[in-house]
């Protein structure tokens, strides 16, 4: 059966189906689409087909932070999808930084007209015992696994036809080990891993969200993450300290 390409601009969806004419009806957001062939097609209509229906996969988008999700949320809805947003960021520390960044997802996410699902869990402890031992790959090892398990452990659980994540926009991420991640828990709770390579339009994402006055984050997420993000300031700092003389 021939599927329309689809393209989505702002509230505009267009159906490009080659030299046949047609009408469309479609929601907003988008979940299905039909398509009335007001020319016959000459391989549906000999066959009684004077429509189709196109229905939008159901995406499960994890979603790091409001800033991030921009360029991925209009980006999808131009591949014609409606991402649902899912929160959950055990890594975020403090809790004040953890508040902020979901508070400022949830504003967006309403002013954007995006549903978003939150899956509250500030994890500090829990994050410190189990990337102690091995802090420079606690994203990898554990920072990863957990958060992008998680999501597609839901989405699995809730009829998701995929998920990816809003992570795949930042090239300060180790992406192609995030890419590892998410096909390693796809496989494991069997569920499609959408992947796009969203970085190309980070800067771009990132400008929309200053406009917006969107909070920006100065570090990814926990504290030794933030320790890092400083480490030149904190360096500056020591060296600049001066020891008491002994008497």
Same mark, same amino acid.
């Given at each position: 059966? #021939? !599927?329309?390409?689809?393209?989505? $601009?702002?509230?505009? *969806?267009?159906?490009?189906?080659?030299?046949?004419?047609?009408?469309? *009806?479609?929601? $907003?957001?988008?979940?299905?689409?039909?398509?009335? $062939?007001?020319?016959?097609?000459?391989?549906?209509?000999?066959?009684?087909?004077?429509?189709?229906?196109?229905?939008?996969?159901?995406?499960?988008?994890?979603?790091?932070? @409001?800033?991030?999700?921009?360029?991925?949320?209009?980006? #999808?809805?131009?591949?014609?999808?409606?991402?649902?947003?899912?929160?959950?960021?055990?890594?975020?520390?403090?809790?004040? +930084?953890?508040?902020?960044?979901?508070?400022?997802?949830?504003?967006?996410?309403?002013?954007?007209? @995006? +549903?978003?699902?939150?899956?509250?869990?500030?994890?500090?402890?829990?994050?410190?015992?189990?990337?102690?031992?091995?802090?420079?790959?606690?994203?990898?090892?554990?920072?990863?696994?957990?958060?992008?398990?998680?999501? @597609?452990?839901?989405? %699995? +659980?809730?009829?998701?036809?995929?998920?990816?994540?809003?992570?795949?926009? /930042?090239?300060?991420?180790?992406?192609?080990?995030? !890419? %590892?991640?998410?096909?390693?828990?796809?496989?494991?709770?069997?569920?499609?891993?959408?992947?796009?390579?969203?970085?190309?339009?980070?800067?771009?994402?990132?400008?929309?969200?200053? +406009? *917006?006055?969107?909070?920006?984050?100065?570090?990814?997420?926990? !504290?030794?993450?933030?320790?890092?993000?400083?480490?030149?300031?904190?360096?500056?700092?020591?060296?600049?300290?001066? /020891?008491?003389?002994?008497?």
């Amino acid at each position: 059966m #021939l !599927i329309p390409k689809i393209k989505f $601009f702002g509230n505009l *969806l267009i159906i490009e189906c080659l030299q046949y004419h047609y009408n469309t *009806l479609f929601t $907003f957001p988008p979940k299905k689409v039909v398509v009335f $062939f007001t020319t016959p097609h000459p391989c549906l209509h000999s066959r009684g087909i004077h429509y189709i229906i196109y229905s939008m996969p159901k995406l499960l988008m994890h979603t790091c932070c @409001a800033p991030c999700s921009v360029y991925c949320i209009d980006s #999808l809805r131009q591949e014609g999808t409606e991402p649902t947003l899912f929160w959950y960021n055990p890594n975020i520390h403090p809790y004040i +930084e953890y508040k902020t960044r979901r508070d400022c997802l949830k504003e967006y996410a309403k002013k954007v007209g @995006a +549903e978003l699902i939150i899956n509250e869990d500030y994890g500090l402890d829990e994050f410190c015992r189990n990337v102690v031992s091995d802090i420079p790959n606690r994203c990898v090892n554990y920072c990863y696994p957990k958060r992008i398990g998680e999501t @597609a452990k839901y989405a %699995k +659980e809730h009829g998701y036809d995929a998920f990816t994540t809003t992570l795949l926009v /930042s090239p300060y991420q180790k992406h192609e080990e995030l !890419i %590892k991640v998410c096909e390693r828990v796809a496989d494991f709770y069997d569920v499609d891993f959408l992947y796009r390579d969203f970085r190309v339009g980070f800067r771009e994402g990132q400008a929309k969200a200053r +406009e *917006l006055r969107l909070y920006m984050q100065k570090y990814c997420g926990c !504290i030794f993450s933030e320790e890092e993000r400083y480490a030149k300031q904190i360096a500056r700092d020591q060296a600049g300290t001066i /020891s008491p003389s002994m008497s």
